[in-house]
């Protein structure tokens, strides 16, 4: 799992398998971003969860939200080598823009 | 639309220089932000600004870096005397604001010698 104080996580899959990442927080949020960033480029929204949504769901992507244990997770479903990226969890303290960062994961999917 | 800009993509300065890096939000976001990344410590806010005002520079090392935003349209990070360990890849990033998404540009990866 990743947040600010980990290292960045590495995980390396096949092409077509599941994949979960998964993310804690600290502070209290009442929304999860999760970005991709891709080598060369800025981080990129793929998925945002709201305190009042368990579950999302974007394509092959599924984000969770469990606000008790201050924790979330993002799924792929039947990875493809093209979500091979970083992965990062991000909230906004309270009452402020700003976003918070986890760690990453770097996500490799292989042929 | 473009996107955010962010210029100059990379820029290489001696110890002691100083460096400027610009960036243009997307037309009609209300909120602009920098970060900074860094293997070591990963994605790290510097400040932002909501309708040009300057919100929160926490983030910010207090001696030798500002920010300002002079209009809608570009906002400048400014590092006096760099050191080597100002190298990073300095990020931009608008939103319409609140807890909406924030849009990133490239980047600007600095590396002082």
């Known amino acids: 799992s990743q947040w600010g104080e980990e290292n960045l996580q590495a995980l390396s899959i096949q092409e077509g398998e599941d994949v979960t990442m998964n993310c804690s927080y600290k502070t209290y949020t009442t929304v999860v971003h999760w970005y991709r960033q891709d080598s060369g480029r800025g981080p990129a929204l793929i998925i945002l969860?709201?305190?009042?949504?368990r579950e999302k769901r974007s394509g092959r992507l599924r984000a969770t939200l469990d606000t008790s244990s201050q924790s979330s997770s993002l799924s792929i479903t039947a990875a493809q080598c093209e979500d091979t990226a970083v992965y990062f969890c991000?909230?906004?303290?309270?009452?402020?823009?700003?976003?918070?960062f986890g760690s990453g994961t770097q996500l490799t999917v292989m042929p | 639309n473009a996107g955010v800009i962010q210029t100059p993509r990379h820029k290489v300065t001696g110890k002691g220089q100083e460096a400027t890096l610009w960036c243009e939000p997307i037309s009609g976001h209300s909120a602009v932000f920098w970060y900074r990344q860094t293997i070591v410590q990963g994605l790290e806010f510097l400040t932002y600004f909501r309708n040009q005002a300057p919100i929160d520079d926490s983030g910010m090392p207090k001696e030798r870096f500002s920010a300002q935003m002079p209009n809608q349209s570009h906002s400048t990070l400014k590092i006096q005397s760099t050191q080597p360990q100002d190298s990073a890849v300095y990020l931009c990033?608008?939103?319409?604001?609140?807890?909406?998404?924030?849009?990133f540009g490239p980047g600007t990866r600095l590396l002082v010698l």
């Open positions: 990033a608008s939103s319409f604001g609140g807890q909406d998404t924030q849009y």
């Open positions: 969860i709201r305190s009042n949504e």
């Open positions: 991000a909230t906004a303290p309270r009452g402020s823009w700003q976003l918070i």
